[in-house]
Each structure stands twice: as structure tokens, then as C-alpha cells.
């Protein structure tokens, strides 16, 4: 993976903690009262028609005090994000059992003692193995046994409510009031059981993806036609991660090592097209989005509380932004909600924490409880200058604000003629020193640290001092034209031969320090340097305090991803109001 280095252990001891999701306060302890765990091993059989394979899965059943056939409980299904296992979810599944629930956390596919392989939550593998489990916890039998070789097998549940229907209008001999609950990996696994298992009634997904595609390879120019760029550090943290979970568990699952190690098939060869070449072949990018929600959205009717961190460079607030979209277009029953911690840090306030936890608290116990308790409204953002979530009866929230570029200025009048020139650097090169997003982020390098372009390698316009706050919430836009005569020579042979740069907002404090707004970049890869282009950054919610300036940089080469291939001069000349970059403010 080129210039990515990370031991296999690192990355584990990473990935597990920037999956991490929030859990209401007050949890109980490992022998909290008002509940007994059992440790479980499920029989499952995955996979598409003439590829199905029987894996092994472990988990925890959490029942409540007092549940049994007369005094039913409802249930609450979770797995772990990326790296972890079904121990993550303790501090949850102790909690919301000691309230009534009966919860049952399980390590996903690939992970955690489970067996076969990782495949990304692809809902033939992830979804039906989450779909046998909820026949489980509907009383089914012959999934549950107490041994991991399937021989003692464990009574049906007789303690869960059923539900007459499924969300499909069918009645079901095995159909549980069941939501489910988890983070990153283990957010994308409830699209996945919901799309095949119309029996789950409610979801609450947090960090997690909207487009795999675009999580591994964005091209914020929105271009469909054209590959976006490489994300480096993820994508080698993530192979050694899932290598070497495989490597832990392969005397129980030998099978999983085979071909690319503890990966379906695609993952390796894509990972190293994507490393080399800096982009995601056709194929492989089918692939990532057919695990993806976005490939499947139509059969999601259910409702849905989105939960989306604001410091994530891995799936950032566009994800969400684009599910919302989605289901509410459908008329799907969703509330989104923007927490300050994801996988790059961020720390919220107690009142941040608690504020959250309530809306999920309330989720469930209105939607699996039939509790009258409000689900809260349906756009809601963490404030990290106040410490407090802010509302609202939708998303979008903010009022469009043009700064045009002129000459190095951002202004929003009297625009001047001016140029800027840069060169990209070569052979996919970085010309930023900055923050590693697996590791550097976890150290909050991007709010602490500036990221520092190289000379040469960048053009930057900057605005005056502001002379009151701006509250800036949603997705900064870019519209620019550049000049690359020699792309333009090049990018008809493809991708390889196409501009690739990368837009960032910063806030300039006032000493001058210009710090890149929680380490969120946008890549572009240009198919036509003779048509402007419309970049949409990354979501924000962010105050530009009094005396601080709004930047702009639009660099070559960055940290964390493969740049372009070939050093190409760029020159971008400002003087008209075709060159804007438009802030949603609030």
C-alpha cells in the first residue's frame, strides 16, 4: 500500500477505539443487577444461492430479570465496529437489560471469535447471518447452542414479544419486536438484516457509510463517471486490522485465510489496484457499493435515527447527509443527528453525551416499547463552542453566503483580477505535512495541529477578519475553473491522466495559525479541466469565532491520499463571480 505503514497490532488497538459508539450515562457494571448474560455460539448459513457456507457466531445474550412467557420483553440486536467484538457492546447491553430489554450483542463476521470472512456488512453475507439471529431471538430453534461445535443446542426463546406482522404485511411464526443498535462496521450491519429481514422494526445507526466507494475513494466533484482518489491510511489500517483478526482465530476457521486473507476475494486485488494506481477500478467499486446502503435504500422503511460524528475523515457528514436525503425522499421515518465524536476524535461535553444518549434512549423506548415519549426533531448538532446540541425541523438548516475568490482574498464584493500558479506533485506524491488519519487523528491532531502544504503545490485565498461570530452548519461549496493545459492533453487517456486536487477550509485563529477544520479534505478528480467544476466539501458544524479569517487552499497532494500521477502545472484566475466559494450559515 505505497507509503502506508502500520503494524498489524496498531491499527487493531486504532480501528477498535474509533469505533467506538455512545452508550446513555450511567451504565451498569460487568455484575450489574436486573439481568443474566449467557455466552452463546449460532449456527448460520450465508452467501448468495450456490455459495452458501455455514459459519460460527458468538455473542452474549443479555435477558432482564422477570422476562418469561407471560411477561414478554422486547429486543435490541448489536454487533461491533470494525476490529472489535461483541464485548464492545457490554457497557450497553448491561444498561438498556437492566431496563427491560433483552439484548443480544454478537461479534460480526470475520471478527471477534465469529467465523468465515469480512465482508464489509454485504447484506448476502452480514444481513443474513443478522437475519438467522433474529429468528432466534423469535423463539426459532435450532440456531443457538451453547458449544462452538453446534452440538448442544439451546431451548427456544419463549420471553421476546412478537409482532403479528412484519413490515411487509406478513405473518411470521418467529417475528420479534427487535431494533438494532451499534457503530461504524457495526451501524452499516442494520441496513444490511433490515434490507432482507423485514421483521426489524427500528434502527439507530452511528459513523457509519453511505457509499463505501465514496468512504475509500471520494471524488467530491460528484462526478459519477469519474473515479474519486485513494484514501491511503484508512484503507491500510483497515487490511492490517482484518489480516490480522483472521490470523488470531484461523486454528478454529482455516478456510478464512484462504485467497485474500480473511477478506472476500475483491478486497485484495482492490487494495492494491486502489494503492497503485490511486483510484477504484469499475469493478471494485460496484463491489464496495453493493455493501452499501446506498445500492439498497428503497427496501429501508423502517424508522431510522441517523447518528453521524462531526470529527470523521472516514465517513464523514455527507454520509448521513446523503441517507437522510434518501429516506426522507421515501417517506421512511428518520431524525439525523450530528454527535461531535467519530473515528478522528472529538470529545463532546456532558451535556453533548447526554443529550444524545436521551435521543436514543427515546428512540427505542417509543418505537420497541410503545413508550409516548417524543422521538425529538428531526435535525439536531452538536455545538462545540457551546457544548450543546442545537435544533431544528430539518436539514437543511443554513442560509447560502458567497466569499468570491479574488486574487488571494476571499471577499464578498469588489472582486479583483489576479492569478495564482502551482504545481501538483508527481507520481501520486503527498505535499502536505500533517496528520495521519488512523493515527494521528486519534492524538486530535486535527484540531490541535496546522496541516502545512508545501510551497509550490498550492494556491490559497484568504478572507478579512470577521467582525462577528459565523456559524457555518452543512456542506461548503465550491465552484472554480482552473487552467492545466497539460491535464488537458492528458485526461483523455483516463483516470490515470486526469487532475486530481484537493479542497480545505480552514480557520485562520488570530495569531495566523490556519487549522484545518477537523481534518476534513475534499479530493477531486477533474475529467474536463475546461468545465468549471462544483466541489461539495465535507459537512460541518463550525463557528468562525470574532477576529478570525475563513480560508480556502486548493492543494495537489495530501497526507492521506494518492494524488495524481503526473506533476501538472495549474493556474487559477479569479475576477468573476464564477469563482465562489458558498457557506450554509446559520
Known amino acids: 500500500m505505497g507509503r502506508t505503514a502500520f503494524s498489524a497490532v496498531t491499527a487493531a488497538a486504532v480501528l477498535t477505539l474509533s469505533s467506538t459508539v455512545v452508550v446513555a ?11 443474566s448474560t449467557r455466552s452463546l455460539h449460532f449456527a448460520v448459513t450465508v452467501g448468495p444461492t450456490g455459495n452458501r457456507r455455514q459459519c460460527d457466531v458468538v455473542g452474549d445474550l443479555y435477558t432482564p430479570d422477570g422476562a418469561s412467557a407471560q411477561q414478554r420483553v422486547p429486543a435490541i440486536l448489536t454487533t461491533n465496529g470494525f476490529g472489535g467484538s461483541a464485548a464492545d457492546q457490554a457497557p450497553f447491553a448491561q444498561r438498556y437489560a437492566a431496563q427491560g430489554y433483552a439484548v443480544l450483542s454478537y461479534s460480526g463476521l470475520g471478527f471477534g471469535g465469529s467465523g468465515c470472512k469480512i465482508t464489509l456488512d454485504d447484506p448476502d453475507y452480514d444481513g443474513a447471518a443478522g437475519s438467522q439471529l433474529v429468528s432466534f431471538l423469535g423463539g426459532a430453534p435450532g440456531i443457538a447452542f451453547t458449544d462452538a461445535a453446534h452440538t448442544d443446542p439451546v431451548a427456544p426463546l419463549d420471553y421476546i414479544v412478537h409482532d ?7 405473518a411470521q411464526p418467529h417475528d420479534p419486536r427487535v431494533g438494532m ?36 475513494a471520494p471524488n467530491n466533484a460528484g462526478d459519477a463517471s469519474t473515479p474519486g482518489t485513494t484514501k491511503l491510511t484508512w484503507a491500510g489500517a483497515f487490511s492490517a486490522i482484518g489480516i490480522f483478526d483472521g490470523a488470531q482465530y484461523a ?7 484462504v485467497g485474500c486473507p480473511n477478506f472476500a476475494d475483491f478486497v485484495c486485488p482492490a487494495l492494491v489496484a486502489g494503492g497503485t494506481t490511486g483510484y477504484l477500478r469499475p469493478d471494485d467499486a460496484a463491489q464496495l457499493r453493493h455493501a452499501s446502503v446506498a445500492s439498497y435504500l428503497p427496501r429501508i422503511t423502517i424508522p431510522v435515527l441517523l447518528d453521524q460524528g462531526e470529527v470523521d475523515t472516514l465517513f464523514n457528514l455527507n454520509e448521513s447527509i446523503a441517507t437522510y436525503r434518501a429516506l426522507r425522499a421515501q417517506h421512511t421515518p428518520v431524525a439525523l443527528l450530528w454527535r461531535y465524536n467519530g473515528h478522528s476524535g472529538g470529545t463532546p461535553s456532558a451535556a453533548g453525551a447526554d443529550y444524545e444518549a436521551s435521543r436514543i434512549q427515546a428512540w427505542f423506548d417509543h418505537y420497541l416499547k ?11 448538532y452538536y455545538q462545540d463552542w457551546t457544548g450543546t446540541s442545537a435544533t431544528a425541523s430539518g436539514y437543511p438548516v443554513g442560509t447560502p453566503r458567497s466569499l468570491y475568490l479574488s486574487g488571494n482574498a476571499l471577499v464578498t464584493s469588489g472582486i479583483k483580477a489576479g492569478s495564482q500558479s502551482f504545481t501538483t506533485p508527481p507520481a501520486r506524491a503527498p505535499s502536505t505535512l500533517g496528520n495521519l488519519d488512523v493515527i494521528g487523528a486519534k492524538a486530535d491532531v486535527p484540531l490541535d495541529n496546522p496541516d502545512v502544504n508545501a510551497p509550490g503545490t498550492f494556491a490559497s485565498w484568504t478572507g478579512a477578519p470577521l467582525t462577528a461570530p459565523l456559524t457555518v452548519v452543512g456542506t461548503p461549496t465550491l465552484e472554480v475553473t482552473v487552467s492545466a493545459p497539460t491535464a488537458a492533453l492528458s485526461q483523455g487517456g483516463g483516470p490515470a491522466g486526469q487532475l486530481v486536487l484537493f479542497a480545505k477550509l480552514y480557520d485562520v485563529g488570530t495569531d495566523g495559525t490556519a487549522h484545518l477544520i477537523n481534518g476534513l479534505v475534499a479530493p477531486v478528480r477533474i475529467a474536463d479541466v475546461s468545465s468549471s467544476v462544483h466541489v461539495t466539501l465535507p459537512g460541518i458544524a463550525h463557528r468562525f469565532d470574532t477576529g478570525h479569517r475563513i480560508a480556502l487552499y486548493l492543494a495537489g497532494g495530501d497526507t492521506n491520499y494518492r494524488g495524481g500521477q503526473l506533476a501538472t502545472p495549474v493556474t487559477v484566475s479569479t475576477g468573476s463571480t464564477g469563482q465562489v466559494l458558498t457557506l450554509p450559515v446559520r
Open 25 to 35: 450515562t450511567g451504565a451498569a457494571g460487568a455484575a450489574g443487577p436486573g439481568y
Open 164 to 170: 403479528a406482522r412484519d413490515h411487509r404485511g406478513h
Open 181 to 216: 443498535w451499534g457503530g461504524s462496521y457495526g451501524g452499516q450491519i442494520q441496513f444490511a438484516v433490515a434490507a432482507v429481514d423485514p421483521r426489524v422494526d427500528v434502527l439507530n445507526p452511528q459513523i457509519t457509510w453511505h457509499d463505501l466507494s465514496y468512504s475509500l
Open 251 to 257: 486454528q478454529q476457521d482455516p478456510q478464512r485465510l
Open 370 to 380: 410503545g413508550s409516548s415519549v417524543g422521538t425529538g426533531p428531526a435535525f439536531a
